[in-house]
């Protein structure tokens, strides 16, 4: 069947992705959000930092270095703004042992697979405080392709396209399948149809009936932001430890951000502003006392992290059908009971402005039957039901695409 029209439930960076990536196959988009605005939940923030968190030769570095390379050229195919979208670099300081041997190891490991694009340099922190423009107080990895971008122009942008109209303010209860179409009801009774659905709501994937058996759990995080000072307006890239400062954008630094899981309480806290500060102390001791007391405000959010930090996308199961007859474990994917039509795209975490962007593409290339040259150990990785065939020992079936 070919796909005319797909509603998708979420209005954040992934549902926007999404919705874009599949009207640019001329399908017809419903996006629905159930706040008053795009972007009001986790991507909403003032800035998103866009780079890869790589430890080395692994599936997650993997992953993360394919949707960073992607999210570039992606939004730089946007012709968004200067004041929305910035390649202004990033420095990861090793501001422990740890961590000084973790960007060691990954310089090593970049510099020696040149085939992967992604530019980086060791340097000292004499050498650090020069590219940043301000004091660093430590040894730091220097990605000058990184940068950051405005959530709410790009969302704007991802979203004003001849083939996505928008509703907001619904909030949806139930989905249905009809036989020839879905149907999403919100929970003022309204319904609407399509060929197809999306689910991308983050932790409100959860609630719905059939993505019940994903593994996520809301995180907390709270940025702070501060108004820039004489010396920290020379600040010329993005620094980065445990948490990130970005450079003054209208005259304001987004320093962040904390990570409490399982909590939801959404009010500022001033034990979270300190924390982010005692953040900055590690990566520069000079800018946290120029910048200590100039607090303007806060923001915080609730993440969707999965639990074992790959994104969730693609086709969902009939987990009640699944767990009445489970396959044999040597079962061909195909005859497994899926749900024709019904797709997921969640679980970002912090990275949704580095991960979304990729895995939209890559669930619009799987809706619309087109061949992709990815590679299927990264998609299976990213399998929306593994955590469901993981609990009936179907581990194999799991890490399959």
């Not at 390649?87 to 960007?103: D, F, K, P, V, W």
């Not at 020839?180 to 003022?188: R, T």
């Not at 004489?230 to 990570?259: E, K, Q, W």
């Not at 005692?278 to 120029?290: E, F, G, M, V, Y």
Request: glycine share 6%; charged share 15%.
């Amino acid at each position: 069947m070919r796909v005319k029209t797909a509603i998708v439930i979420g209005g954040g960076i992934a549902g926007c992705s999404t919705a874009y990536a599949l009207a640019q196959r001329g399908i017809k988009v419903r996006l629905v959000e159930q706040h008053e605005n795009l972007g009001s939940g986790a991507s909403g923030n003032p800035c998103a930092m866009l780079y890869p968190r790589v430890s080395g030769n692994d599936a997650l570095s993997s992953f993360a270095l394919a949707s960073f390379l992607y999210s570039l050229d992606f939004y730089q195919s946007l012709q968004l703004p200067a004041t929305a979208f910035n390649t202004c670099g990033m420095l990861q300081t090793g501001y422990n042992s740890r961590e000084l041997a973790r960007i060691t190891k990954v310089a090593a490991f970049l510099s020696a697979n040149p085939s992967l694009k992604v530019a980086s340099k060791l340097v000292n922190p004499i050498e650090a405080s020069q590219i940043a423009g301000v004091s660093i107080d430590h040894a730091a990895l220097y990605f000058p392709q990184t940068g950051w971008v405005n959530p709410s122009v790009l969302l704007a942008r991802l979203t004003q396209h001849q083939h996505i109209s928008i509703m907001t303010s619904c909030k949806i209860a139930l989905i249905k399948n009809t036989g020839a179409l879905w149907q999403v009801i919100d929970i003022q009774q309204k319904t609407l149809a399509a060929d197809i659905v999306v689910i991308a709501n983050a932790n409100n994937a959860m609630h719905l009936l059939q993505s019940q058996h994903i593994s996520t759990q809301p995180v907390r995080g709270q940025v702070t932001l501060l108004a820039a000072c004489a010396d920290s307006r020379a600040l010329n890239t993005i620094l980065c430890s445990d948490g990130y400062f970005s450079p003054a954008m209208d005259g304001v630094h987004s320093l962040g951000a904390t990570f409490d899981a399982g909590q939801s309480d959404l009010s500022i806290r001033e034990a979270d502003h300190q924390k982010n500060l005692s953040a900055l102390n590690t990566l520069s001791s000079a800018l946290c006392q120029d910048l200590a007391s100039r607090i303007q405000s806060g923001r915080a959010s609730l993440r969707c992290v999965s639990t074992d930090y790959f994104p969730i996308v693609g086709k969902l199961i009939d987990a009640d059908l699944l767990r009445q007859s489970p396959p044999h474990p040597n079962e061909d994917i195909n005859s497994l009971p899926w749900l024709d039509g019904l797709y997921i795209n969640t679980g970002h975490g912090s990275k949704g402005f580095t991960s979304a962007p990729w895995c939209a593409e890559l669930l619009a290339q799987r809706i619309c039957g087109e061949t992709s040259s990815n590679d299927n150990a990264l998609l299976g990785a990213m399998n929306p039901n593994r955590f469901l065939l993981k609990r009936l020992g179907l581990k194999r079936l799991a890490k399959m695409a």
